[in-house]
Each structure stands twice: as C-alpha cells, then as structure tokens.
C-alpha cells in the first residue's frame, strides 16, 4: 500500500520568498514521485517527476524537487516565489505499476503575498 | 500530440436527477482512462479506471457508475444524484507506461442542490 502525507495544508509566503512545500510517502517498493499544481477550477499540471534517476528534480515555473530515500521525502521548493505561483499543489506516488493509479496528498494551498 | 478534454465544464443539477459527464482523448490508442473526484480540502479520490472499452474497476462503492463504449471515451453516470456527489470531477488518461504519470482534463465541477 502507498501514502502520501503533505504537512500544511496551507502555505503563505512573501513574493520573492523561498517556497517549501513537503511531501513524505510510503510506499513497499521502490516509488515514482510527482508535484502537480492545480489553477482554480482547472485540471491538474504536472510540474515534476522522479522516476529513479537523478534525485535532484527540476521542473517547470522554476521548481524543483529532491528525493531523499532515508527520508522518504520528496519536497518541493522553489528559491524565489512569484505572485503566479499561487495555487493548490499536490504531491503523489506510484508503485509502479502499469495502470497509473497514483496517490495523492491532501494538497497544499500556496498563497503568495506582495 | 495528445489532448482530453471533458464536458460540460459545469453542471448545477437537482437530487435526484440523472448525471452523464464525458471526457474524450484524441492523439492516442488504447490508453488507460481513470475518474477522479475533488471534494472540497479531501484531495483526490479515484473513482474509477478503465483499461479498455467495456473494462471497468472500480475503486470505491458510490452512486456512481462508469462506461467506455469507445476506445478513447469515458463516461461518468448517475441514475439519481446525492447532494453528496457535488464535486469537481476530473478525467485523467496514461498510455499504460509503468511510472503511472498522468494526464488530465480541464475537470467538471457538479453541484447537486
């Protein structure tokens, strides 16, 4: 069985601040991680992935993310927030398997501040 | 290059009434299509997935019900809505490759009342 666990459901950060927004899993076998970012009222955007290779993961809209196996954490930061990034973001995984049935954190809502 | 889309975008219908929300893919053959639903601060719940036309699992029992007449078409129904099921719904596909990432559409939000 996988899961996700995002902590804070709630993010608020100055504009030109360091976003950090976390993400542990568990998962039985060696996972594939992703960040989603979700606009109001629209469907969901990949930002990033992990799929075992580098462990340093850069995305799109300048985020990245690190997979850390010790512990079992793969959090998302960016160094500088723009009032653009302001949105839900969603963290999941996935075993593996072929039909895609990723998990997903709770979400956590970034609001950026001018 | 590969596209979904869902419609209609929203949908305000009364309890008890009947629901269909279609989502279509073009640019692929044979792809994995699933239903999400978003509840307000509850994430995402997969509803169902599909791996092929008539091929359908679902992951939670519920009011609601799935079918792919087509290969590239997934439907979502009710025969009677519960205020429960008001939500924004989102059709996701993948081509079956094993890290599971998926690709979704612009999502259906229903308000039941």
């Known amino acids: 069985a996988q899961s996700v666990t995002q902590l804070g459901s709630h993010v608020s950060v100055s504009e030109g601040a360091l976003v950090l927004l976390r993400c542990n899993y568990s998962s039985s076998v060696p996972p594939y991680l992703f960040w989603y970012v979700q606009y109001p009222n629209q469907g969901l955007q990949l930002l990033l992935k992990?799929?075992?290779?580098?462990?340093l993961v850069k995305g799109i809209n300048g985020f990245e993310a690190e997979f850390k196996k010790s512990e079992t954490s793969f959090h998302l930061t960016k160094p500088s927030a723009h009032m653009s990034d302001a949105a839900e973001y969603f963290c999941?995984?996935?075993?593996?398997?072929?039909?895609?049935?990723?998990?997903f954190g709770q979400g956590t809502i970034l609001t950026v501040h001018p | 290059s590969q596209t979904i889309h869902q419609w209609p975008a929203t949908l305000v219908q009364p309890v008890g009434s009947p629901l269909s929300l279609e989502c279509t893919v073009e640019?692929?053959?044979?792809?994995?299509l699933y239903w999400y639903r978003q509840a307000a601060g509850r994430g995402l719940q997969l509803l169902f997935y599909?791996?092929?036309?008539?091929?359908i699992s679902s992951e939670v029992p519920q009011n609601l019900s799935a079918s792919r007449p087509q290969d590239r078409q997934f439907i979502l129904s009710s025969k009677k809505l519960l205020l429960s099921d008001s939500g924004f719904y989102l059709c996701?596909?993948?081509?079956?490759?094993?890290?599971?990432?998926?690709?979704f559409g612009e999502g259906s939000r229903l308000t039941v009342l």
């Open positions: 996701a596909w993948n081509n079956g490759g094993n890290t599971g990432e998926l690709f």
């Open positions: 599909s791996v092929g036309i008539g091929q």
């Open positions: 640019g692929t053959s044979n792809p994995n």
């Open positions: 992990y799929t075992s290779a580098a462990t």
């Open positions: 999941a995984v996935s075993g593996g398997t072929s039909y895609g049935k990723l998990t």
